[in-house]
């Protein structure tokens, strides 16, 4: 059994386009008036299936022209959620791997609840929906602290949390939480795959966007604007309250400061053996002037007072 301590740190400083008034016989008859070929435009959502046509009335046919739908997708975010795979994570997998799905009178369970209530606190009054949990340096236990705050966020009824694996360059969150073949993240953030194909849902309240392969690329993906327009299409189709996004280290690449217009907010997380003041130091100054960094959590520190909470994790 391993001891393992919480210090929650004190906080620092569609568009809709409606149905066209132009139908297709006004249309042709526009291109007739013309003389012009009518062009196909281009395609917003759909094709109209050949039904939907209107009939061609006119003496001289037009024939090959394209129909166009216009209709926005009218799915509301609760039915888009319903439409996520739904997945069963393993609980005696989660607790081994230090990961708390449910509340209990372990005190670990309870220090992030109290670091979700704070969460929460800050983002309705900031009016915020996107957090990066990320750190200075490797081996500081993100991911853990990112997965148990969505787990936390998800135990609230009624609730949307979003957990998304950003960490492209080394992605381990699917393997965290003992899920198998997550797929290409990429094939999601460059708009390949739809987000049905790719999102998991664990009960009503939890969304998983994970990642099984390395992506070299990391900071141009993140930073591309196809990437941008999906995760603007997610927070609208799914409406989350909050989105947690694991983040790379940010003193190991350029990923999360080239990111950071993209989140309304940071979690940093220090590793109490390992993690150095100057290091804290400077990831606040490449935080400044760019994105709140909302506050530090300090995993396995070995100091033990007020405000830090000791919980054991067994070792695999």
């Given at each position: 059994?391993?001891?393992?301590?919480?210090?929650?740190?004190?906080?620092?400083?569609?568009?809709?386009?409606?149905?066209?008034?132009?139908?297709?016989?006004?249309?042709?008859?526009?291109?007739?008036?013309?003389?012009?070929?009518?062009?196909?435009?281009?395609?917003?959502?759909?094709?109209?299936?050949?039904?939907?046509?209107?009939?061609?009335?006119?003496?001289?046919p037009v024939t090959n022209l394209p129909v166009l739908s216009f209709?926005?997708?009218?799915?509301?975010?609760?039915?888009?959620?319903?439409?996520?795979?739904?997945?069963?994570?393993?609980?005696?997998?989660?607790?081994?791997?230090?990961?708390?799905?449910?509340?209990?009178?372990?005190?670990?369970?309870g220090a992030f609840d109290i670091l979700r209530t704070r969460i929460?606190?800050?983002?309705?009054?900031?009016?915020?929906?996107?957090?990066?949990?990320?750190?200075?340096?490797?081996?500081?236990?993100?991911?853990?602290?990112?997965?148990?705050?969505?787990?936390?966020?998800?135990?609230?009824?009624?609730?949307?949390?979003?957990?998304m694996d950003l960490e492209l360059r080394r992605p381990g969150l699917?393997?965290?939480?003992?899920?198998?073949?997550?797929?290409?993240?990429?094939?999601?953030?460059?708009?390949?795959?739809?987000?049905?194909?790719?999102?998991?849902?664990?009960?009503?309240?939890?969304?998983?966007?994970?990642?099984?392969?390395?992506?070299?690329?990391?900071?141009?993906?993140?930073?591309?604007?196809?990437?941008?327009?999906?995760?603007?299409?997610?927070?609208?189709?799914?409406?989350?309250?909050?989105?947690?996004?694991?983040?790379?280290?940010?003193?190991?690449?350029?990923?999360?400061?080239?990111?950071?217009?993209?989140?309304?907010?940071?979690?940093?997380?220090?590793?109490?053996?390992?993690?150095?003041?100057?290091?804290?130091?400077?990831?606040?100054?490449?935080?400044?002037?760019?994105?709140?960094?909302?506050?530090?959590?300090?995993?396995?520190?070995?100091?033990?007072?007020?405000?830090?909470?000791?919980?054991?994790?067994?070792?695999?």
């Open positions: 059994m391993t001891s393992h301590t919480i210090l929650l740190a004190d906080a620092l400083p569609a568009t809709h386009m409606g149905q066209t008034d132009m139908d297709d016989d006004r249309f042709r008859k526009l291109a007739e008036e013309k003389r012009r070929p009518v062009t196909p435009g281009a395609q917003l959502f759909r094709h109209a299936t050949a039904d939907a046509a209107a009939p061609v009335t006119d003496a001289a209709r926005h997708n009218q799915l509301t975010p609760s039915r888009v959620w319903e439409s996520l795979a739904p997945v069963t994570l393993d609980a005696a997998w989660l607790d081994g791997n230090g990961l708390f799905p449910n509340s209990s009178t372990d005190p670990a369970p929460l606190l800050a983002f309705q009054e900031n009016g915020w929906r996107r957090i990066a949990v990320t750190s200075p340096t490797h081996g500081c236990g993100k991911s853990l602290v990112a997965a148990n705050l969505a787990l936390s966020l998800a135990r609230r009824p009624g609730s949307r949390t979003v957990l699917a393997a965290l939480l003992g899920l198998h073949d997550p797929g290409l993240l990429r094939d999601f953030l460059t708009g390949t795959q739809p987000l049905e194909s790719h999102f998991q849902r664990v009960g009503r309240t939890l969304a998983l966007a994970l990642n099984g392969t390395p992506v070299a690329d990391a900071a141009e993906l993140l930073q591309a604007p196809d990437t941008m327009g999906a995760l603007v299409a997610m927070m609208e189709q799914l409406d989350p309250e909050v989105v947690v996004y694991d983040m790379p280290p940010v003193l190991v690449s350029d990923d999360v400061i080239g990111f950071a217009p993209q989140v309304d907010a940071v979690l940093l997380v220090a590793d109490g053996t390992q993690t150095t003041a100057e290091e804290v130091k400077a990831c606040e100054r490449l935080f400044e002037g760019r994105v709140p960094l909302l506050g530090v959590v300090l995993n396995r520190a070995q100091d033990v007072r007020t405000a830090r909470y000791r919980y054991g994790r067994k070792q695999r």
